[in-house]
């Protein structure tokens, strides 16, 4: 099969756009939603529901302790060059991607949120939930894992913001000229909007003891997860790990709120002995001799600087974003693997380890 591809190369600017509405301390909260794509839903409507919240949190007067930043730019791509090169001191972020297709009435999807991801875990993964559980208790919703997809690259660690995702699943339909995706559930912005509005000014005005009067509650929804019995030990200690960090994470959020020796005795009943990693296989072995390095944010989009007879062997397979935040120096090869299938659906045999 030949196939003729016409391309070109240009020189060009991406324009990001962004405005600033100060508190008193100026550690921020953003407001993402990209442009440059001509859907309606996909993310016209993201855009025009920032402006709206930023609208919304100014008009209230409420006293902002934090400051409020609003970036729209490039999705993927234009956000991971503002984090990376400009100065800012955003300290995590929520994306409206998607926020509110009409797949939610007509098709029956839920709404989903991605949490924060295991190399950087967040608090507003569990406030999030709080919300949800008060506010919209009718609201067919799911959780899923952090992946560092387009729209959740900020929670790299080497770009350093936590970013959180609402989003409609819209399925094969994704970028079709189908009115399905095409088009806006207004009903459900509107509750999507006045939703995030609530969370984004309770994160820019709330106090260390606002957020111990909501501490029982958000523990309770950190070890939630840890309940499953099907666990291994080793994927019960990612678990365990990670609601230890997100309930940590309210620290450096508001001082004073928990310590880290409280955020661990909340998942400590929930560890299962015996959690190291015993490789079984030769390529688990290897992978298990391997410490890996990452030398940049994101992850490689071409093999480009792969010699040819090398790139044969990765016969399709590609590391996964989250498992290339993973590698710091720190963690095995093995490690990194077992962690993102602690997480997802995804399991990775020999086969794809010895690529």
Known sequence: LHGVMNTRHYDGKVYTVTALLPGESKEEFGLFAHMYEPFLSDDASGVAACIEIGRMVKASGIRLRKSLRVLFSMEHYGFAEYLAQRPHQ???AINLDTLATPMYRELGFPMHWRLSPLCMPFFGDLLLEELLREVMPDLRWSP???TLSDDTIGGDPMLGVPTNWMYIEVGELHHTNDPIFSDVD?????????????YTAFLLTAEADDFKSLLPNLTALAVKPLENNSDTPFARKVKCDFAA????????????TIDAQAAEDAVAPFRLPDAEITPKTESEREAAELIVTRLEPGT???????????KRRFDGYRMVPLQYALCNGQRTLLETVRMCEAVSFKRWGDRQLAA
């Open 144 to 146: 899923g894992a952090g």
């Open 90 to 92: 955003l300290k995590a």
């Open 245 to 256: 960090a997100e309930l940590a994470s309210l620290e450096r959020w508001a001082p004073g």
């Open 186 to 198: 207004w009903e459900m912005a509107g509750t999507v909007i006045k939703l995030v509005a609530a």
């Open 300 to 310: 490689p989009w071409s093999l480009a600087r792969i010699p040819y007879p090398e």
